[in-house]
């Protein structure tokens, strides 16, 4: 079977879960491959997320686990036997891996929350706001870079799960670019804030004692909470977070944000008043 050069998130993801079964049915490697009729080698390409495995293997090796979470292993079987070609890979080749594991994410995503603090988070963002921000990256793009980063971001934005974002004063009033590309950008918030499955809340400056400001996050849901995801930026990419222990860390932290931001309405009318003034 001819390797994955490179898996996707949502491959790793799939082998992280049948690693962590393994690990909790206190199985090595061999004797889960004695299980299969198969190498040791390959358990552990499988685990890496260098090859895939049918739904006949991923049930046995669930019930040889002691895994009695029906839905849990069907939505591993889900992942396993997913063969969807997104439009996102029209970018492989062409953008870093992360920028399409992160459309990928989007696509299977049941929910979105965000927390974001300096920068408009990418979803709600215009052309021009996004421009700006891919413009200011050091080392600078070439033209092209720049072009193939503001189209996939502005293909990214179209979703319709339900989304809550909670977006911190500052952020509003930083100017990427200059004060009509601002007020652009707050006029697209206020129209996005009326959408369906958009909420919105603002954090405003004068909330006091709220160090919780400083953490940026984007919190996004599976198919169940054990399959939910974290995504937080560093400098070469997007680091994601899936460990239960971490999922109900941010899980907790996004309520708190989210109870003493201001409540949507309020959350317009702010954002309309700072449209006046920027």
């Known amino acids: ?158 979703i319709s799960i339900p989304y809550e974002v909670v977006i911190h004063e500052a952020a509003l009033r930083i100017r990427v670019s200059d004060r009509t590309a601002s007020q652009t950008q707050l006029a697209h918030l206020i129209e996005l804030s009326e959408a369906d499955h958009v909420t919105l809340r603002v954090i405003p400056f004068d909330l006091d004692g709220f160090s919780r400001a400083s953490n940026t996050m984007t919190y996004v849901g599976g198919p169940l909470p054990k399959l939910d995801t974290v995504v937080r930026d560093a400098p070469y990419g997007s680091i994601f977070i899936d460990s239960e222990a971490q999922l109900n860390a941010y899980r907790t932290r996004f309520r708190k944000v989210e109870a003493v931001a201001l409540a949507p309405e309020r959350s317009r009318d702010f954002i309309h008043k700072l449209a006046k003034e920027v």
Request: glycine share 4%.
């Open 1 to 158: 079977m001819v390797l994955r050069r490179e898996p996707t998130a949502r491959q790793m993801r799939l082998a992280v879960e049948l690693r962590r079964l393994r690990d909790a049915a206190g199985l090595k490697a061999r004797e889960a491959a004695a299980l299969l009729g198969v190498s040791s080698v390959q358990i552990s390409h499988i685990e890496s997320g260098l090859t895939g495995v049918s739904e006949e293997r991923l049930r046995r090796l669930a019930s040889h686990y002691a895994c009695t979470d029906d839905k849990f292993i069907d939505a591993l079987v889900a992942i396993a036997t997913d063969r969807t070609h997104g439009w996102w890979e029209e970018y492989r080749g062409l953008l870093p891996t992360s920028f399409l594991d992160l459309s990928e994410l989007d696509h299977h995503a049941s929910f979105r929350h965000e927390v974001a603090i300096l920068f408009v988070p990418g979803l709600l963002q215009t052309e021009q706001y996004a421009r700006a921000v891919f413009s200011s990256r050091v080392p600078e793009l070439t033209p092209d870079e720049l072009e193939l980063r503001v189209r996939h971001r502005m293909a990214r934005q179209e």
